[in-house]
């Protein structure tokens, strides 16, 4: 069993930087891939990023590449994502999930946080 708990939510002016906290509880953490998922009002929930359990190698969505960024210490059982050069765009609940398989599905996810609240204004 993974437990997800989310954290560095906020509201920033555009072109400002977040950094949100995804900890998690178990020890089988480490072996799961960690993503990172985000969902507008009235939309689906979309991939941003996700790190590998193994070599910390990282993917991206193509709206965020070049601005964010998706680490792991799993010392300390704590994936991150540094969010800079932030758009209105942006603006949505932010989800951490964690699973064995590499996807963009959300669905494929069984593990998620509760999210957190990223808001960005012009």
């Known amino acids: 069993q993974v437990q997800l708990v989310e954290s560095g939510g906020g509201l920033v002016q555009a072109g400002g930087s977040l950094r949100l906290s995804c900890a998690a509880s178990g020890s089988a953490f480490s072996t799961y891939y960690a993503v990172w998922f985000r969902q507008a009002p009235g939309k689906e929930r979309e991939f941003v990023a996700a790190?590998?359990?193994?070599?910390?190698?990282?993917s991206y969505s193509e709206p965020t590449k070049g601005r964010f960024t998706v680490s792991r210490d799993n010392a300390k059982n704590t994936v991150y994502l540094q969010m800079n050069d932030l758009r209105p765009e942006d603006t949505a609940i932010y989800y951490c999930?964690?699973?064995?398989?590499?996807?963009?599905?959300?669905?494929?996810?069984?593990?998620w946080g509760q999210g957190t609240q990223v808001t960005v204004f012009s």
């Open positions: 790190v590998s359990w193994y070599d910390s190698s990282t």
């Open positions: 999930a964690a699973g064995r398989s590499l996807t963009s599905s959300a669905s494929a996810y069984n593990y």
